[in-house]
């Protein structure tokens, strides 16, 4: 298929899903930490579980035997890094890279959940939003 195939076809909001081995640990994080509530779950016990804040959405499975990957599973465009960064900080979060501006155009930071997913957290810089660059956040 080519791109002018898909011309017509609006794409909504993506979400991601990540594995993690325990899906209870795994919503105290990203509900005490980030902010996301719980807007759905499924199973007994609960296998999966969708949390969402504001434009954000991720899906949740458990997977008891999950190895974290080295590579970022979500990228999270929020308004104020620094504060977002201040609150992990604060949590005791595993920062995997710490906050910096990036050649790309963004402050950003790693972060590593409770099972070692990393998710690279971004804002677009002042200078790149007046650019006229891709605004996706």
Same mark, same amino acid.
């Given at each position: ?14 979400? #991601? =899903? ?8 795994? @919503?105290? &994080?990203?509900?005490? /930490?980030?902010?996301?509530?719980? $807007? ?23 997977? #008891? =035997? ?8 979500? @990228?999270? &465009?929020?308004?104020? /890094?620094?504060?977002?960064?201040? $609150? ?50």
């Amino acid at each position: 298929m080519t791109e002018s195939a898909t011309a017509g076809i609006t794409f909504g909001r993506a979400a #991601p =899903g990540i594995c993690v081995r325990d899906i209870d640990a795994a @919503h105290d &994080f990203y509900a005490g /930490v980030l902010g996301f509530r719980k $807007v759905f779950e499924n199973g007994d016990p609960v296998g999966f579980m969708v949390m969402a804040k504001d434009r954000a959405e991720i899906h949740l499975s458990r997977k #008891p =035997g999950h190895e974290a990957s080295t590579t970022n599973v979500m @990228h999270l &465009f929020v308004s104020d /890094v620094a504060a977002l960064y201040a $609150v992990c900080e604060r949590a005791g979060v595993r920062i995997v890279k710490r906050l910096a501006d990036k050649d790309y155009g963004q402050r950003a930071f790693v972060l590593a959940d409770p099972d070692g997913n990393r998710i690279d957290v971004g804002e677009r810089r002042p200078a790149a939003r007046d650019g006229g660059g891709d605004e996706r956040g």
